[in-house]
């Protein structure tokens, strides 16, 4: 190995922790050429470091959309916070945490969020045989939580780990991501489409009035998602 492989390793690992997960944005941040990045990451995912993650839609060895994650969620806290801090928090003292720290955790957890939110999906819908959940995403389009059911169902949810309730732009926003979503049942009949909201904070009065008038609509805290990861 020659001596710059580690500093490459620790350098991908830091852009991917930094919010960089995609191939083009990784060798754009580290300098890497492209054409080397593979034997890389392939190293770094062989080490069980990082994660490959692609579209529900698509297959991780076809597919031109992939994005890397930090497997460790700790591992992944030290390269995103600590990691060349400069002896930041050594200088802030007591204050390190509220300063450095606190005002980036919401956007640093949601990752998280999201894929606990994918993992409750089943025992949040028992009544659906959910064959396969995951993420999407294309060009601006992005949808949190995906689920496909046996029945033709589409389940497609937005998570928001933040402070304040989660509003009806957040519900509007996934109704438009939806439509671009190109997936059929495996039967060749129409979907069905349902949507999940789940928040950190609540919800606001609009979003509320939309799920009691819609069957389609449910609503999930922070609590009900942990209830469903836990059984």
């Not at 009544?127 to 939580?145: A, F, N, P, R």
């Not at 129409?190 to 904070?201: D, I, K, P, V």
């Not at 919800?203 to 990861?229: G, K, N, Y």
Request: net charge negative; aromatic share 12%.
């Amino acid at each position: 190995m020659e001596l710059t492989e580690p500093t490459r390793y620790f350098s991908i690992l830091e852009a991917i922790a930094g919010g960089n997960t995609s191939r083009n944005e990784i060798a754009g941040t580290t300098g890497i050429a492209y054409n080397q990045l593979s034997k890389y990451l392939n190293r770094l995912s062989r080490l069980r470091l990082i994660d490959q993650h692609v579209p529900i839609t698509e297959q991780k060895t076809r597919s031109k959309r992939s994005r890397y994650r930090i497997r460790d969620p700790f591992f992944r806290f030290w390269f995103h916070f600590v990691y060349g801090s400069d002896g930041q928090y050594d200088a802030l003292g007591e204050d390190a945490f509220e300063t450095l720290i606190e005002p980036a955790l919401p956007d640093f957890a949601s990752s998280s969020f999201e894929a606990l939110c994918c993992r409750a999906l089943r025992e949040l819908y028992p009544d659906q045989t959910i064959t396969k959940t995951g993420q999407w995403w294309y060009g601006e389009h992005e949808i949190d939580v995906v689920g496909f059911a046996t029945d033709g169902t589409l389940i497609v949810g937005e998570c928001k780990f933040q402070q304040s309730p989660l509003g009806y732009d957040a519900f509007s926003s996934l109704q438009q991501h939806t439509a671009e979503l190109r997936w059929t049942p495996d039967d060749g009949g129409s979907r069905t489409e349902s949507y999940a909201l789940f928040s950190r904070s609540g919800f606001t009065q609009s979003v509320l009035e939309v799920a009691a008038e819609r069957d389609d609509v449910q609503l999930f805290t922070i609590d009900d998602v942990v209830a469903a990861v836990g059984r």
